[in-house]
């Protein structure tokens, strides 16, 4: 990483290739075997480019602090690009179709080869000569190559056009993208903090808290019951029914009636606290005390 913490234009995805060599495998039929080797064993393709990347001088590869500590983000304006390094990281180089529903993804558990690089060359450099043997040792501890990732796409948040809000249409294009940047890191810390604590619709309202907090500086109640989909009547189209199951679904009204009043209180307290200074310790706060129990 940059010293800046911020890697931009194509030397993002350049920067990303050396721990992920997996990166070089084009998306397609039969590619599968090339995948392992480069995800499983680090082995680059012979005469293999990143060329199936466009890359845009936007893209940006940077670190965002978190009360737990950096969480690495990878933002790719280009869709063609967010989705073909879907399909290399989270589809095995399979050339499948991403719905153009999803805007971000948080990837947990990444071979990291730069990270087996740098382990290898300090055994080497302190004397040790059975590599294969302390590779061994050391991969039998959880997590010890892996690596994290958020990767981010451009796009207005939950789909809302910016007419629907109080930004024109490039404001709001910027403001979605820190939107949908913080809210993935909102996930990424309370997964760190209480992994097994997992309520999805509240999560889901939290982390939008945390990503209008850190793009808006303020929580525009508004903004989140629109990308819910949630008014003072009930559901009107949104999020919100992505996280029911089939039976709550039936229910959504009534769902959406608790999701709207838990909004408007998160507002209240959000004002009285000015979350905006700490909306990470915000975000925890409301995990403590969920007012939506699903």
Same mark, same amino acid.
């Given at each position: 990483?940059?010293r800046?913490n911020?890697?931009?234009?194509?030397?993002?995805?350049?920067?990303?290739?050396?721990?992920f060599? #997996?990166l070089y495998?084009v998306?397609?039929?039969?590619?599968?075997e090339?995948?392992?080797?480069?995800a499983g064993?680090?082995?680059?393709?012979?005469?293999?480019?990143?060329?199936?990347?466009?890359?845009?001088?936007a893209?940006?590869l940077?670190?965002?602090d978190?009360?737990?500590?950096p969480?690495?983000?990878?933002?790719?304006?280009?869709?063609?690009?967010f989705?073909?390094?879907?399909?290399?990281?989270g589809h095995r180089?399979a050339?499948?179709?991403?719905?153009?529903?999803?805007?971000?993804?948080?990837?947990?558990?990444?071979?990291?080869?730069?990270?087996v690089?740098?382990?290898?060359?300090?055994?080497?450099?302190?004397?040790g000569d059975?590599?294969?043997?302390?590779?061994a *040792?050391l991969?039998?501890?959880p997590?010890?190559?892996?690596?994290?990732?958020?990767?981010?796409?451009e796009g207005?948040y939950?789909a809302?056009?910016? #007419?629907?809000?109080p930004?024109?249409?490039?404001?709001w294009l910027?403001?979605?993208?820190?939107?949908?940047l913080?809210?993935?890191?909102a996930?990424?810390?309370?997964? *760190?903090?209480v992994?097994?604590d997992?309520?999805?619709?509240?999560d889901?309202i939290?982390?939008?808290?945390?990503?209008?907090?850190?793009a808006?500086?303020?929580?525009?109640?508004?903004?989140?019951a *629109?990308?819910l989909g949630?008014?003072?009547?009930?559901?009107?189209g949104?999020?919100?029914?992505?996280?029911?199951?089939?039976?709550? #679904?039936s229910?959504?009204d009534a769902?959406?009636?608790?999701?709207?009043?838990a909004?408007?209180?998160i507002g209240?307290?959000?004002?009285e606290r000015?979350a905006?200074r700490a909306?990470?310790?915000?975000?925890?706060?409301l995990?403590?005390?969920?007012?939506?129990t699903?």
């Amino acid at each position: 990483m940059a010293r800046d913490n911020v890697i931009r234009g194509k030397s993002a995805i350049e920067s990303l290739s050396h721990r992920f060599p #997996q990166l070089y495998v084009v998306p397609a039929e039969g590619a599968e075997e090339s995948y392992k080797r480069a995800a499983g064993r680090g082995i680059v393709p012979e005469g293999a480019t990143l060329d199936h990347f466009c890359g845009d001088e936007a893209d940006e590869l940077r670190e965002v602090d978190t009360p737990t500590g950096p969480v690495e983000t990878l933002y790719l304006k280009r869709r063609e690009d967010f989705e073909t390094f879907l399909r290399i990281i989270g589809h095995r180089c399979a050339p499948v179709h991403i719905s153009s529903t999803i805007g971000a993804i948080t990837y947990r558990g990444l071979a990291d080869w730069d990270k087996v690089a740098s382990a290898r060359s300090a055994y080497v450099e302190s004397g040790g000569d059975d590599w294969g043997s302390e590779f061994a *040792r050391l991969a039998r501890t959880p997590g010890t190559f892996r690596s994290e990732l958020v990767v981010l796409s451009e796009g207005p948040y939950s789909a809302i056009p910016a #007419q629907e809000t109080p930004y024109g249409d490039d404001e709001w294009l910027r403001i979605s993208r820190e939107i949908r940047l913080h809210h993935e890191c909102a996930h990424v810390v309370c997964r *760190r903090v209480v992994p097994e604590d997992i309520l999805p619709i509240w999560d889901e309202i939290t982390a939008d808290a945390v990503g209008l907090l850190c793009a808006c500086e303020h929580y525009d109640t508004s903004l989140a019951a *629109r990308f819910l989909g949630v008014n003072e009547s009930g559901y009107h189209g949104g999020r919100l029914i992505e996280y029911l199951d089939e039976e709550k #679904q039936s229910e959504v009204d009534a769902v959406a009636l608790e999701v709207h009043a838990a909004i408007l209180h998160i507002g209240a307290m959000a004002r009285e606290r000015d979350a905006a200074r700490a909306p990470f310790d915000f975000l925890l706060d409301l995990k403590r005390e969920p007012l939506v129990t699903y």
